[in-house]
């Protein structure tokens, strides 16, 4: 008999309390506001990067359209106009390296991989 009262009591009291996690702590849980600002970019910025992203990518045409035209001088030099504009371009670089020549100092030609931190040494603590 106290056995059973025992059961039902812990069964209404993890009922109740799973009732009041849903009801009051839940909602709340989903209503915490954050605090990281919505990053808002200026609509001439955006248009300004279009455009210059339009012109490298215009310079990598012309400077294809040369190569299969066989004007290597050319070529090389619409690539190197792109690469003033985006020294990251990777495929301005990979046409001046078809031409045989040197890409310009800039960003890496190859894509480096971030090594991983490392992890903290542990000192042994003195016996004291």
Do not use: C, K
């Not at 209503?31 to 339009?54: A, F, I, K, Y």
């Not at 990777?90 to 991983?116: H, I, K, N, S, Y």
């Amino acid at each position: 008999m106290v056995a059973g009262l025992v059961l039902a009591g812990a069964a209404w009291g993890g009922t109740t309390g799973w009732r009041l996690y849903e009801a009051t702590l839940l909602p709340q849980a989903r209503s915490v506001p954050t605090h990281t600002p919505t990053p808002v970019v200026d609509p001439v910025v955006l248009r300004e990067e279009g455009r210059r992203q339009r012109a490298v990518t215009d310079h990598i045409a012309a400077g294809n359209a040369l190569l299969l035209g066989n004007q290597r001088a050319g070529a090389a030099e619409e690539y190197r106009r792109a690469l003033t504009l985006d020294p990251s371009n990777m495929d301005a670089r990979a046409g001046l390296q078809e031409l045989g020549f040197q890409p310009p100092p800039g960003v890496a030609a190859t894509p480096t991989v971030a090594r991983p931190t490392p992890l903290p040494t542990v000192t042994p603590r003195l016996q004291r």
